[in-house]
């Protein structure tokens, strides 16, 4: 086994948490705008407000596009240095709870495993969980698939 594997399976099984990241209406309408999906829970704050919502919400899409920022800003040593990462998918994604304009938002992320695929390439499978602030159910959770190139 490579001293790389190595160091990098040290780290399964840990959870960690990002820093929170605010979502707010602005992150929303600029999403918005580059999905061109405008639909008015997302972007109408009057018309949301009169939904079970009760305000505009995040597009599914952008919570989990906010992963890679997340991430950035997860505390994580991983030994040597990585010359890149890039994303290589999901298993499974599920969007649990609505993320509601102005809420915070943090990546509870736990890797459970990491495999050799190439010398000096590495893929990892991590499951993550981003979590509201105040409310009990996570607004997404998901299995990401990642390589990382030493």
Same mark, same amino acid.
């Given at each position: 086994?490579?001293?790389?594997? $190595?160091? %990098? $399976? /040290? *780290?399964?099984?840990?959870?960690? !948490?990002?820093?929170?990241?605010?979502?707010? $209406?602005?992150?929303?309408?600029?999403? +918005?705008?580059?999905?061109?999906? !405008? #639909?008015?829970?997302?972007? *109408?704050?009057?018309? +949301? @407000?009169?939904? #079970?919502?009760? =305000?505009?919400? +995040? !597009?599914?899409? %952008?919570?989990?596009?906010?992963?890679?920022?997340? /991430?950035?800003?997860?505390?994580?040593?991983?030994?040597? #240095?990585?010359?890149?990462? &890039?994303?290589?998918?999901?298993?499974?994604?599920?969007?649990?709870?609505?993320?509601? =304009?102005?809420?915070?938002?943090?990546? /509870?992320?736990? %890797?459970?495993? &990491?495999?050799?695929?190439?010398?000096?390439?590495? #893929?990892?499978?991590?499951?993550? @969980?981003?979590?509201?602030?105040?409310?009990?159910?996570? /607004?997404?959770? @998901?299995?990401?698939? =990642? $390589?990382?190139?030493?």
């Amino acid at each position: 086994m490579s001293d790389i594997l $190595q160091t %990098l $399976q /040290a *780290d399964i099984g840990i959870v960690r !948490h990002s820093e929170w990241q605010v979502v707010d $209406q602005s992150m929303i309408d600029l999403f +918005a705008d580059a999905t061109l999906d !405008h #639909q008015f829970i997302h972007v *109408d704050p009057v018309r +949301a @407000a009169e939904t #079970q919502f009760g =305000s505009t919400i +995040a !597009h599914g899409f %952008l919570t989990l596009s906010l992963l890679s920022r997340l /991430a950035e800003i997860t505390p994580r040593p991983i030994g040597p #240095q990585v010359r890149m990462g &890039v994303n290589y998918g999901f298993d499974r994604v599920r969007f649990i709870h609505p993320v509601r =304009s102005g809420s915070r938002i943090r990546a /509870a992320s736990t %890797l459970t495993s &990491v495999e050799e695929k190439r010398l000096n390439q590495f #893929q990892q499978s991590i499951d993550i @969980a981003v979590h509201i602030e105040g409310i009990d159910k996570p /607004a997404l959770t @998901a299995t990401w698939l =990642s $390589q990382l190139f030493f």
